[in-house]
């Protein structure tokens, strides 16, 4: 058994290490998982930096995010988990860069057997927060308009995927015009090149029309223009900042148009959330990557013992989809004192 340990607040590549055959102890509430899959996220690299909601305690486990099979439960722990594979939701202290890692059962979430494990590996926090940023904060209808910054982003394309779907009509941002003609391929309605008269060129797109909701991912001068954009009453709802700036909603949109700003974190939505509603959008999320409807493009999977590899390959400006550590099953601990 291994998993990967962060040995100081840094670059995870400088300040990490393979430990072979960790002590784990499952605890009364937790269970003990076989790990299949797990991708390499923004989001890792920001809590070995020590930039994010949470910090690392030092030595701390990382890996945010994957999906495994529950070979052990504690004792107070529902023991008809066992064998059951599932997802793990996301509160970054859990570990799951590892072949074995023991977290809280209620930090778990059956899936289907008969969907992808890289798929459901990565289904936990992008395709969740792509969701309820959609979701969650405006009634949207047929027809009307979403903008967001970071369109080619993995969250955008599942915004753009789930609004498809309901007939919402998307209005997205990005860097390149490489991205634009991506986005677009992928069903953008409109897909705009963040530059000069940006707020401009977002009124001329649509035409008269306004955006009832802007997704804002990098903030800067570049969800200010979206903000721009929005209708009377309209939201901005910030769940990511590229920049390090918050979304610099124009004065008067603020003070007489009375748009509002909200934040999302899914950790808070983990922890806040009715257990029922969290595993009815987690059934949801699941069988539309069962059905095709979300995907996310893998550019590369590595055995743990790589790991360096792969946050290599993650921070590639070459790299064509998302990096994932895969993990081989490892003998259970029955077998493991059987002599």
Known sequence: MSQI????????????RLEKDPELTVGADDVLLQMEAAPV??????????????????????????VGRILEVGSAADPSLIGKRVVVLPTYEQGLWADTAVVPARNVVVVPEAVDASQ????????????????????LEPGEWVGQNLGNSTVARHVIAL???AGVRTLSVVRSEKAAAEVRAQGGDIVLVDGEDLGDRIADALAGQH?????????????????GALEHGGT?????????????????????????????????????TPRAEIERTVAELADLVARGVLSVPVDSTYPIERYEDALARATSPERTGKVLLTFEPVPSRADETEV
Request: aromatic share 10%.
């Open 211 to 227: 955006l009832r909701l802007v997704l804002d991912g990098a903030g800067g001068s570049t969800a200010g223009a979206l903000a």
């Open 163 to 165: 609004a498809k779907r």
């Open 41 to 66: 996220n923004p989001v890792d690299f920001l809590f070995s930096n020590g930039w994010y909601g949470v910090q690392p305690r030092i030595p701390s486990t990382i890996g945010a995010e994957g």
């Open 236 to 272: 901005v709802v910030a769940y990511g900042t590229t920049t390090g700036e918050v979304p610099p909603v124009p004065l008067g949109k603020l003070v007489f148009e009375d748009v509002t700003v909200r934040g999302f974190w899914i950790r808070t939505w983990v922890d806040q």
């Open 5 to 16: 340990i962060v040995t100081g607040i840094g670059d995870p590549v400088q300040n990490s």
């Open 120 to 139: 459901l590996s990565m289904l936990a926090i992008n395709p969740v927060t792509a969701y309820l940023i959609l979701n969650d904060y405006v009634d």
